[in-house]
């Protein structure tokens, strides 16, 4: 069991009342640097009992340390430690609840036979009908193979379960979209696309969540193009959009244009190469890639085919060399790679007034600390930071949005739109280098993602469906 550093452990006890007091043992926790924060009684008795202690610990070292004094306790039987986090995934972290309560043999017969062929020959007549009479309505396939998950790598499908899992309880819990978790256990990019197609009745838009590149681009083009629902690659897509939200803010703090500036993005995988593709929509005119072997130019034939692509888009001034030296100049550098890889000498080679994105997880490509005052507007992935760039802020009004408008596609326009429109719940009154981009829980922001997302699709004729609050409106 890996233990988080500043996280809780439950430590199961039994405990002889005659040989040791409930005194003694939470002394010795104590001493040991545990804070008891809860206490419970599993199983009284007059001799002994079972209790659950809450403990809470600075480092993962203290646990092991914890239990072997714990353990040789006169007195104490150690029964089991438990990280609470590991709890909260007990038999996963989601589950299927029935909307209608069936109380009676009139409830059976209209949910289940004989009155649902009513319902299935009216979706046989018009299968559009699958969208308001059938869960296609509301719900959302979070689709994996394992391969890319978080910081992790190729963890395989059965590991990567309590990621989309957790996807899945985000989904419900900011947007009200039902979600559901399929990993899968092939890496065949034919099968995948195969496998998705044959699921996709039950579905009213996929969410690609954590497949490695290069496959990833073709498994989402392919199935844009063979399914009528929408199709999003969140690792691309929901932090492209978020780059650009924050970016938004963070250029009218420095007073800068994005026609007017110069951005080096570091590490061209999937979120790398969309990140790209929103800038240049949003007007961005230089772009520079920089991977494991430096800039990506138009002089070097690369094995991978996307970055041949990228090489055409981007760097416009055909720079060559490392990250130290094409970040000579820049205004916006973008970290979507590994830690420790920029650092203080290089942000000083900026232009005044730099912009430093480093959403490198766990750890970013260069600290707070070391960028310090160097860094005017400084924004990572994590949550113990000023200005988290979480796809949380994207993923669910976009569905929501999507599924409200029953697109049949989440074209760019309507992520440019999401953007603008996470970019807009902080006010100018409220907009400083601290604070660019909304909190995750801000309540606001779901709601002005999907009309903004409707509003685009039904500009662009991908709407099939006008919700009522946008009917009659001027």
């Not at 939470?26 to 008891?36: R, T, Y």
């Not at 995934?89 to 009139?106: A, F, M, T, W, Y």
């Not at 309880?169 to 979209?177: N, S």
């Not at 897509?237 to 026609?259: C, D, E, F, R």
Request: aromatic share 6%; hydrophobic share 45%.
């Amino acid at each position: 069991m890996r233990l988080e550093s500043g996280t809780s452990v439950i430590l199961r006890v039994e405990m002889d009342k005659q040989l040791v007091t409930f005194g003694e043992l939470v002394s010795a926790i104590g001493q040991q640097g545990g804070d008891i924060v809860a206490i419970d009684v599993i199983q009284p008795g007059r001799k002994k009992e079972i209790r659950d202690l809450t403990v809470s610990v600075a480092e993962p070292s203290d646990v092991e340390t914890l239990s072997l004094v714990v353990s040789a306790m006169k007195g104490i039987h150690l029964l089991n430690v438990s990280d609470r986090t590991f709890l909260m995934h007990l038999g996963g972290k989601i589950q299927v609840e029935s909307k209608i309560p069936i109380k009676n043999r009139d409830d059976l017969s209209r949910v289940y036979t004989p009155g649902v062929a009513n319902v299935c020959l009216a979706i046989r007549d018009d299968v559009n009908k699958a969208f308001t009479l059938t869960i296609r309505r509301n719900t959302v396939a979070v689709v994996s193979d394992g391969t890319a998950v978080l910081g992790l790598g190729d963890i395989g499908p059965h590991a990567a379960m309590p990621v989309m899992e957790g996807k899945a309880m985000l989904f419900k819990e900011f947007a009200g979209v039902d979600a559901f978790p399929i990993c899968l256990n092939t890496k065949d990019t034919e099968e995948i696309i195969a496998i998705v197609k044959a699921l996709a009745p039950t579905f009213g838009g996929i969410n690609l969540e954590d497949i490695s590149s290069p496959r990833c681009f073709e498994i989402e083009r392919r199935l844009k193009e063979e399914l009528d629902i929408p199709v999003f690659h969140d690792d691309q897509h929901g932090t492209a959009v978020v780059l650009l939200a924050g970016l938004i803010n963070a250029l009218k703090i420095v007073g800068k244009s994005m026609s007017g500036i110069k951005v080096v993005v570091n590490g061209i995988g999937a979120a790398g190469i969309a990140c790209t593709r929103m800038l240049l929509a949003a007007g961005v005119t230089e772009i520079i890639g920089v991977d494991k072997d430096g800039a990506i130019n138009r002089d070097s034939f690369y094995e991978n085919k996307a970055w041949n692509e990228y090489a055409a888009m981007t760097n416009p001034s055909n720079e060559k060399g490392s990250l130290a030296e094409v970040i000579k100049g820049a205004d916006v550098f973008i970290g979507l790679s590994r830690p420790k890889l920029l650092f203080n000498e290089d942000v000083k080679r900026m232009n005044p007034d730099p912009i430093v994105f480093a959403m490198a997880n766990p750890d970013p490509e260069i600290s707070p600390e070391e960028a310090g005052s160097s860094v005017r507007v400084y924004a990572t992935g994590r949550s113990d930071y000023s200005n988290q760039l979480n796809n949380v802020l994207v993923f669910p009004g976009i569905f929501r949005g999507a599924l409200d408008a029953r697109a049949s596609t989440i074209s760019e326009s309507m992520k440019l739109a999401a953007a603008k429109a996470i970019a807009s719940i902080v006010t100018d009154d409220e907009l400083n280098e601290e604070y660019i981009i909304p909190s995750v829980f801000n309540d606001k922001v779901v709601p002005a993602v999907r009309k903004a997302v409707i509003q685009e699709a039904i500009n662009s004729g991908i709407a099939r469906k006008i919700p009522s609050d946008f009917r009659n409106l001027d």
